[in-house]
């Protein structure tokens, strides 16, 4: 006799196979595991917040240049003639360049014509006046005739004076058809060849100087602008040359090119043994009180606006926002909720987040 089977639609199927998965799922699966940062553990390295000594000093970069230099333009349009080529020395008064305009010259003889004329013609009435007074004191001219002579004699001398004007201006401009050199220097650039035409105040040639003074121009922060004095000697350092000189504050900003830019500040210094495009460092006294220092390293974001450390707090990282200031070799001056002899991470905070566990590498 055949045994009977168990069909799959016997009521009791489905609740026998609820169980066994309920009873598989409770003994193979694991424990869930908590994958949240705080739980992880980072390995990092760690520094302490120092006090920032009482005085230090900055370096600031600069390039020397010549005292007296610049462009040099001319004041009136035409075509160049001639200039000096780059190098050629100068002296002051020397004519540098000149301009072929050929209205000039005819301007300037038209002028001198002129005036020339009208004086001519102010000393014939001068002694037309001087025979009619003769003859009206002899009652040979009339009081009209007189007063007319004189009348002419006014009028001539005016017309005198406005012509001498004319020509003195047709004189200048053919002058400033020459370009002459107001110091002593060398020519560093040119800007056109002869032929090319140069409209007025087009600059022509650049020049340097060679007076006994360079000049290092630098920007400062407010924090030490303020502290600067005209006349001040402060120390310039030529790293190519290995050498320190004694420079003087010749030029303070007293206002920046806008909010939150910097200010400059010129120094000048002695040009006997240096050059003009010499790298310079301008060395900067600053005065501190209880400013603290970590290392550059241990900033995150330093040009951002949030930059921030870690702080070592109980085995966990906890995220400290600063404000940071000047440079101190390879620490950096900071601001925010830290006191000196905390420990702030510098390594192994490629992956760290505020609240994370962390194992001290010593």
Known sequence: MARPTLAVSHP????????????????????????????????VRIATVTVAPNASQLA?????????????AFQTAGRLASRLDIGQSFARGETLATLDNPRLQPTVDAARQRVEQLRQQRL??????????????????????????????????????????????????????????????????????PGEFIPAGTPVLAAAGTGPQLEVEIVLPESLIMARQLGELIPVHFPLLDQTVNGRIVEVATAAA?????????????????????TAEVIIPVARDHELTVPLRAVIDPGSHE????????????????RVGDLLGERIVVSGDLQAGDSVITAGLTRLVDGQTVNVLR
């Open 124 to 193: 014939q009435a001068e002694r037309d006046l001087t025979r009619v007074q003769a003859l009206r004191d002899q009652n040979a001219a009339t009081l009209e005739e007189m007063e007319q002579v004189r009348s002419a004699l006014a009028a001539l001398k005016a017309g005198e004076a406005a012509a001498r004007a004319q020509q003195l201006e047709a004189e200048q401009l053919l002058a400033e058809a020459q370009l002459t050199a107001p110091f002593a220097g060398t020519v560093t650039r040119s800007y056109a060849d």
């Open 12 to 43: 009791l199927f489905p609740r026998l196979v609820a169980v066994l998965t309920l009873s598989l799922a409770g003994c193979g699966s694991p424990a869930p595991v908590d994958s949240s940062p705080a739980a992880s553990v980072e390995r």
């Open 258 to 278: 806008g909010a939150g830019r910097l200010f400059p500040m010129v120094v000048s210094v002695p040009g006997a043994s240096l050059r003009a495009g010499l």
């Open 60 to 72: 600031f970069p600069g390039t020397t240049q010549a005292s007296d230099g610049g462009d040099l």
């Open 307 to 322: 930059p921030h450390v870690y702080r070592l707090t109980d085995g966990r990282a906890e995220r400290v926002r600063v």
